[in-house]
Nanobody, 125 residues
Framework: QVQLVESGGGMVQAGDSLKLSCAASGQTFSVGTMAWFRQAPGKERDFVAG????????DSAGSVKGRFAISRDNAKDTVYLQMDKLKPEDTAVYYC??????????????????WGQGTQVTVSS
């Protein structure tokens, strides 16, 4: 099994920055692609950004392109989400997810095997 623990969420104002971290533990040898999803109240869980094991493939949602950047440090079994120029519509619970496939970055949440508990990000106007 793999455990994912997110950190770095909080309450900020529009235009501010936050950096989320997600540390994996347990059977981390099975962790491939990692991604961030978010879920606002009353809405579905949406893909935000993903990165494959090597870091050579990165994908992000159109709504965050140019503002959010995903990265990973395999030596630390950690993935990061740098969020700049935050907007009120970015308010959501942010979840870290891990896939066993190391190659592809999938945007469907059903493709991911492991999930963190989530961290709240609140952006005020």
């Amino acid at each position: 099994q793999v455990q994912l623990v997110e950190s770095g969420g909080g309450m900020v104002q529009a235009g501010d920055s936050l950096k989320l971290s997600c540390a994996a533990s347990g059977q981390t040898f099975s962790v491939g692609t990692m991604a961030w999803f978010r879920q606002a109240p009353g809405k579905e869980r949406d893909f935000v950004a993903g990165i494959n094991w090597s870091g050579g493939t990165v994908d992000s949602a159109g709504s965050v392109k140019g503002r959010f950047a995903i990265s990973r440090d395999n030596a630390k079994d950690t993935v990061y989400l740098q969020m700049d120029k935050l907007k009120p519509e970015d308010t959501a619970v942010y979840y870290c997810a891990a896939d066993t496939d190391p190659i592809f970055v999938r945007t469907d949440s059903r493709s991911y095997t492991y999930w963190g508990q989530g961290t709240q990000v609140t952006v005020s106007s």
